[in-house]
């Protein structure tokens, strides 16, 4: 699985002209975008990279209920997105959600 550290990572979704590709994917900033989806959010948004760490990830927690609930994506595929943001990963294992094994500094 490649990490994709959360203050770097923009959050792409909406591939309207391509129905075979994943619900969303995940890019880094900076780097290339992928044109075939329409909608986008994360570090590409000026209030996101200004919020601290804690923010971030909150805003993030948000931006998953925001795509789940507007854009009608399985939140379990978008979990399986999200899973690629190592922050996502380590709270959802501290808090109980996911297996601890999820965590990005979890030993093997």
């Avoid at 490649?2 to 619900?23: E, R, V």
């Avoid at 990279?49 to 804690?54: P, R, S, T, V």
């Avoid at 990963?89 to 965590?103: F, H, Q, S, T």
Wanted: hydrophobic share 40%; aromatic share 10%; proline share 8%.
């Amino acid at each position: 699985m490649t990490d994709y550290p959360l203050g770097k990572t923009q959050i792409i979704w909406d591939a309207p002209d391509d129905p075979d590709l994943p619900p969303a994917a995940l890019v880094q900033i900076p780097g290339e975008d992928d044109r075939r989806y329409i909608a986008s959010w994360g570090a590409c948004n000026s209030d996101f990279k200004e919020a601290d760490d804690d923010e971030k990830l909150v805003m993030l927690l948000r931006q998953f209920i925001h795509m789940t609930v507007n854009y009608d994506i399985n939140a379990k595929e978008l979990h399986e997105v999200f899973m690629q943001i190592p922050e996502y990963r380590r709270d959802l294992a501290e808090n109980g959600i996911v297996d601890p094994k999820w965590a990005p500094d979890a030993e093997d």
